[in-house]
């Protein structure tokens, strides 16, 4: 009994509340309209976080890549040209050392040796003796930057001299001479002989090089070294053949497509109108339209040409479409009876009056022509391609939609002229990567992340408001080579 | 007019007009379920701006499994309830004696539903939204325990103090009706 009589109270309530209706303040609803703009501004701010970002994350990649790059391809210059430099006077020295050492074997020459006890390697000399005519034999030492020569002359008498003459770029023992005689015919004695004159050479000097004045072509060593030196030839000559092919990209043209999003830097709102609500309601929408952010398309042509190995200049026609939502709260009117969305473009009609309303979301596209020129350094210049380009845009402004998110108002576009807020030219900096890769012989692919920064407002100065948007994008490139 | 189906079409695609038409379609129904988990106007308005924006944005989630109706009601109930959740910390609920009180039957008829939510909107804090989840909601003890994280003896104790409360009240009104009749509302 009790719980039918305890359901019997609940369903009483229930039933009571069943239709019950209450008005909300007129407050809510322009609250919750309020929520969802910040809420899908936010969703757009994070949009546009999320292209900044990738355009920065962009250009921070293509600024490692062109840093390392470049660093592996000096230094691989250097070290190949250090290893080739190396290569050519090891093959060079043993083959003098084997041809003498042969010779000396064969005959029976006198063996003449270097050993410098302050170096760890050594060198020797061999020069026949035997046949009675006055020989000059003539060795180099390289050292880097010193270079110097030992000159000796040797009769085939029983009197020998040996007359060194040391020539060395270096302070020590530059211009020294050293005449000795001695009257053995023994070659140790000679070999001692010049040695303790080769001693005498500066530390500086170290035999690295060794030219001998006889060379036997028939010898199967030799042979193998000169195929070695051919074989690297040929590979020297396909690696310049490689990078000239590389570098056959003289003249080409590209169609490309960029999205992004924009943020007005600086901006400042006028102060006009004839009523102090006027103002207000102008001042506000003014603020809300000029501090939007956005997001931004670019689509277009361009024409480029190499100026020098690393140098091209690109240049080019562009459509830029900058959209961005904005909440307003203001309409204009002339007449009292037709109302159009709240924007600086009614700012300098005499005629316009701004009326405080409900918050309402805009959508505002402003759309320009650009003619850009830009310079590009090409940090890497191979199948994988990396570069940096610089330039300026000539931006010329085409036209402005507005779009408001009301039933009551109607859209409307602003073109270039005197009544139009914005400068009908404009010009622009441009700063962004390329990194390409080439696909066969005529075609290139790019994806360039860049920024895009107006030198002056884009509206009109005598209006009192600045804003110069700066636009983060990352563009796709289709590039065909024309030779 | 649009229908049901074509608002919630136009509420998925963020079309503001199908928005304030489902607003308008629901916001006084909802302010009374907010007015009866708040102490005041100004509290139920902050629930139902909070909880219509919930909607708005919960919307492209929706299935249309369920009533628009009972999914609006349930995304009120909880914010409600967030809402309240903390001054719930400052104001545990605790079990009370229950009261013994003589069931007598009480009659709500003749009596306004502004007076009814003015009389739920005096009582405690955890009486008032013991008493709104089971006695309107209609969710059991259990499962109201386990919602706002108390014993189902407690959620017991507290809807019967509130029922108590209320049976005081009611008991006033009807002998103030006998007296003056009904055209004080």
Request: charged share 20%; glycine share 6%; proline share 3%.
């Given at each position: ?20 209706k209450v ?23 994070r ?7 990738l ?51 064969d ?13 760890s ?13 006055p ?5 180099k030492?390289t ?7 030992a ?22 023992s ?31 000097i ?45 003249l ?18 006028p ?75 009614k ?12 918050p309402?979301?805009v ?7 650009g ?11 191979r199948k ?28 409307t ?7 139009s ?5 404009n ?7 390329e ?7 005529r ?5 360039n992340?860049?920024?895009r ?26 590039r065909?080579?024309?030779? | ?26 916001c006084?129904?909802?302010m ?20 219509f924006v ?13 009533k ?14 967030n809402?309240?959740r903390?001054k ?36 405690p ?7 709104n ?17 108390i ?13 108590s409360?209320?049976q ?11 007296r003056?009749?009904?055209s004080?509302?």
């Amino acid at each position: 009994m009790d719980d039918m009589e305890s359901q019997k109270f609940e369903s009483a309530f229930k039933d009571a509340f069943a239709e019950a209706k209450v008005d909300p303040s007129e407050n809510v609803w322009n609250n919750i309209e309020l929520d969802l703009a910040r809420a899908e501004g936010g969703e757009l701010k994070r949009r546009i976080l999320f292209f900044k970002l990738l355009a920065a994350a962009s250009v921070t990649f293509a600024m490692c890549v062109a840093g390392v790059g470049y660093y592996v391809v000096q230094n691989n210059d250097a070290v190949s040209s250090e290893i080739l430099a190396e290569q050519q006077s090891r093959i060079e020295s043993l083959m003098a050392e084997q041809t003498l050492r042969e010779k000396s074997v064969d005959k029976g020459a006198a063996d003449l040796t270097i050993s410098p006890t302050d170096r760890s390697s050594s060198l020797t000399v061999a020069e026949n003796v035997s046949d009675g005519e006055p020989k000059t034999g003539v060795v180099k030492y390289t050292n880097n930057s010193n270079v110097s020569y030992a000159r000796y002359n040797q009769s085939g008498s029983t009197d020998k001299i040996v007359n060194s003459e040391l020539i060395d770029d270096g302070s020590k023992s530059s211009n020294s001479r050293i005449r000795s005689v001695t009257n053995s015919s023994d070659p140790r004695e000679s070999s001692a002989v010049y040695a303790s004159h080769i001693q005498h050479l500066p530390k500086t000097i170290s035999p690295a090089i060794m030219t001998a004045s006889v060379q036997d072509e028939s010898d199967p060593f030799n042979e193998m070294m000169l195929k070695l030196r051919q074989k690297e030839l040929e590979m020297q000559a396909a690696d310049t053949k490689e990078k000239k092919k590389l570098k056959s990209e003289n003249l080409w043209t590209s169609v490309g497509f960029s999205a992004g999003g924009f943020n007005t830097v600086s901006s400042g709102t006028p102060a006009q109108s004839s009523s102090f609500a006027g103002v207000f309601a102008n001042n506000n929408v003014a603020d809300h339209q000029t501090k939007a952010s956005g997001v931004a398309y670019t689509a277009g042509v361009s024409m480029g040409t190499r100026l020098s190995n690393r140098w091209v200049l690109q240049g080019g026609v562009n459509y830029m479409a900058q959209s961005s939502d904005y909440t307003a709260d203001a309409v204009v009117t002339s007449d009292y009876q037709t109302f159009q969305a709240g924007s600086v473009n009614k700012m300098q009609s005499t005629d316009a009056e701004f009326l405080a309303s409900a918050p309402y979301n805009v959508n505002n596209s402003l759309q320009y022509l650009g003619i850009p020129l830009q310079a590009g350094y090409l940090v890497v210049d191979r199948k994988f391609g990396i570069q940096i380009n610089a330039g300026v845009s000539t931006d010329l402004f085409l036209q402005n939609t507005l779009t408001p998110e009301s039933d009551a108002l109607s859209r409307t576009t602003q073109g270039r002229g005197d009544d139009s807020p914005y400068r009908p030219l404009n010009f622009s900096g441009l700063l962004g990567t390329e990194l390409s890769y080439r696909l066969g012989d005529r075609y290139r692919l790019a994806l360039n992340p860049g920024i895009r920064y107006p030198f002056s407002s884009i509206y009109k100065s005598e209006l009192g408001i600045k804003a110069m948007p700066l636009t983060f994008d990352v563009g796709l490139k289709f590039r065909y080579i024309f030779h | 007019m649009l229908n049901e189906n074509e608002l919630i079409d136009g509420c998925q695609k963020g079309n503001r007009a199908s928005q304030r038409a489902l607003y308008e379609a629901y916001c006084r129904k909802m302010m009374v379920v907010c007015l009866r988990y708040s102490k005041s106007t100004a509290e139920a308005e902050d629930i139902l701006q909070e909880a219509f924006v919930k909607v708005f944005q919960g919307i492209k989630n929706f299935r249309k499994e369920s009533k628009l109706e009972t999914w609006i009601t349930r995304i009120m109930v909880n914010t409600a309830l967030n809402a309240r959740r903390k001054k719930l910390y400052l104001f545990p609920m605790v079990d009370i004696e229950e009261t013994n009180l003589p069931e007598d039957e009480v009659s709500l008829s003749g009596i306004h539903f502004t007076q009814l939510l003015e009389m739920i909107q005096t009582l405690p804090q955890g009486c008032q939204i013991v008493f709104n989840l089971f006695a309107i909601e209609g969710f059991s003890h259990k499962e109201i325990a386990e919602q706002l994280g108390i014993s189902e003896g407690t959620s017991k104790s507290q809807f019967s103090r509130a029922k108590s409360l209320l049976q005081q009240r009611l008991q006033k009104e009807s002998m103030y009706y006998g007296r003056y009749g009904e055209s004080k509302i």
